[in-house]
């Protein structure tokens, strides 16, 4: 027994030495699967986009795929659905606009998804500024010269949007109601078709993501003449924003990240501060640039805020705004 226990309590010793390590291996290891990124809209589309981009260099930075999938239905209702049904494990996760939580809930009688209740803000990924297109028959070459001639010939002019309840027309009421002018509505099915109107001639007016008419301002077929965002966008610094005659005015998509209400906070940071990275990379900045985004990433508060104030901006539009409820 003399013998025996000094050899006893160094073999214990290294055991506990090699179990610490792989203890604190298994505490570390997430992710030790694929993720899932899931889109409330088909393939395509501004959050779409967004996330692939962030896929692939988030999956490269922790080791793991990211797998994009696209559930639309139901304005959001599938996609919050699919997040629900799924473990909070920090294995699955929303990347969507803020219509969710915004424009929904004011269109729809009811819901079955709530923002607080549901979902932790996770990171903001993009912001998406609409520009404000007209066809030069109307003469009109600057913002200012627009209000003019809203001003001086209330119901003259239209606007085309993608449809009632999109953030095309919200942006446009908001603007008349700020600036006092009346233009009319012309509501159509998507961008595929206000776009192609514009063009045509068929609306004074259009507010727009930059790619679906970049091509038609370097032909001179239209002229930009906003942007909605907050301030003037690094892509087209030329155009001016309409906050700078009507402060505060920010009406810019954004879209981020969120997870399931009871997530770990542990996996809500790490999977944030990879997020913010790939936004700070220069070839991430690219990339969106030339699909007409911003990069922008940020700490969870950052999006949760960012939500909030959408929320609030749209809040006040859609209280003035007549939109149908199903």
Same mark, same amino acid.
């Given at each position: 027994?003399?013998?025996?226990?000094?050899?006893?309590?160094?073999?214990?010793?290294?055991?506990?030495?090699?179990?610490?390590?792989?203890?604190?291996?298994?505490?570390?290891?997430?992710?030790?699967?694929?993720?899932?990124?899931?889109?409330?809209?088909?393939?395509?589309?501004?959050?779409?986009?967004?996330?692939?981009?962030?896929?692939?260099?988030?999956?490269?930075?922790?080791?793991?795929?990211?797998?994009?999938?696209?559930?639309?239905?139901?304005?959001?209702?599938?996609?919050?659905?699919?997040?629900?049904?799924?473990?909070?494990?920090?294995?699955?996760?929303?990347?969507?606009?803020?219509?969710?939580?915004?424009?929904?809930?004011?269109?729809?009688?009811?819901?079955?998804?709530?923002?607080?209740?549901?979902?932790?803000?996770?990171?903001?990924?993009?912001?998406?500024?609409?520009?404000?297109?007209?066809?030069?028959?109307?003469?009109?070459?600057?913002?200012?010269?627009?209000?003019?001639?809203?001003?001086?010939?209330?119901?003259?002019?239209?606007?085309?949007?993608?449809?009632?309840?999109?953030?095309?027309?919200?942006?446009?009421?908001?603007?008349?109601?700020?600036?006092?002018?009346?233009?009319?509505?012309?509501?159509?099915?998507?961008?595929?078709?206000?776009?192609?109107?514009?063009?045509?001639?068929?609306?004074?007016?259009?507010?727009?993501?930059?790619?679906?008419?970049?091509?038609?301002?370097?032909?001179?077929? /239209?002229?930009? =003449? *906003?942007?909605?965002?907050?301030?003037?966008?690094?892509?087209? &610094? !030329?155009?001016? @924003?309409? +906050?700078?005659?009507?402060?505060?005015?920010?009406?810019?998509?954004?879209?981020?990240?969120?997870?399931?209400?009871?997530?770990?906070?542990?996996?809500?940071?790490?999977?944030?501060?990879?997020?913010?990275?790939?936004?700070?990379?220069?070839?991430? /900045?690219?990339? =969106? *640039?030339?699909?007409?985004?911003?990069?922008?990433?940020?700490? &969870? !508060?950052?999006? @949760?805020? +960012?939500?909030?104030?959408?929320?609030?901006?749209?809040?006040?539009?859609?209280?003035?705004?007549?939109?149908?409820?199903?």
């Amino acid at each position: 027994m003399p013998t025996r226990r000094p050899f006893l309590i160094v073999t214990a010793c290294l055991a506990a030495g090699l179990t610490l390590p792989l203890l604190a291996q298994a505490q570390t290891a997430y992710p030790n699967r694929s993720i899932r990124f899931i889109v409330p809209y088909s393939a395509g589309g501004l959050p779409d986009t967004v996330a692939r981009i962030y896929a692939q260099r988030l999956g490269a930075a922790l080791g793991q795929g990211v797998v994009v999938d696209n559930k639309p239905g139901a304005n959001g209702v599938v996609a919050a659905q699919a997040l629900a049904s799924a473990p909070p494990d920090g294995y699955t996760f929303l990347v969507t606009d803020g219509s969710m939580f915004s424009i929904n809930p004011a269109i729809y009688k009811s819901l079955s998804y709530d923002f607080k209740r549901d979902f932790i803000p996770v990171s903001l990924a993009a912001r998406a500024p609409l520009y404000l297109a007209v066809h030069p028959k109307t003469g009109v070459n600057t913002l200012q010269e627009f209000v003019a001639m809203a001003r001086a010939k209330p119901g003259a002019l239209n606007y085309g949007s993608s449809g009632i309840g999109s953030s095309h027309p919200l942006t446009m009421e908001a603007m008349k109601s700020a600036l006092g002018i009346d233009v009319v509505h012309v509501p159509f099915k998507g961008t595929g078709q206000s776009v192609p109107a514009l063009i045509g001639g068929q609306v004074d007016v259009a507010f727009s993501a930059l790619p679906s008419v970049s091509g038609f301002v370097k032909a001179n077929q /239209i002229k930009l =003449l *906003a942007t909605n965002a907050g301030k003037r966008s690094p892509q087209e &610094p !030329g155009v001016p @924003a309409i +906050a700078e005659i009507v402060p505060g005015f920010d009406f810019a998509v954004i879209v981020g990240v969120l997870a399931a209400t009871g997530t770990p906070l542990t996996v809500v940071e790490r999977i944030s501060a990879e997020m913010d990275k790939v936004a700070k990379a220069s070839e991430t /900045i690219q990339i =969106l *640039a030339n699909a007409g985004i911003e990069a922008v990433g940020g700490k &969870p !508060g950052d999006y @949760a805020k +960012a939500i909030t104030d959408e929320n609030e901006r749209l809040g006040k539009v859609l209280k003035t705004v007549s939109i149908k409820q199903e």
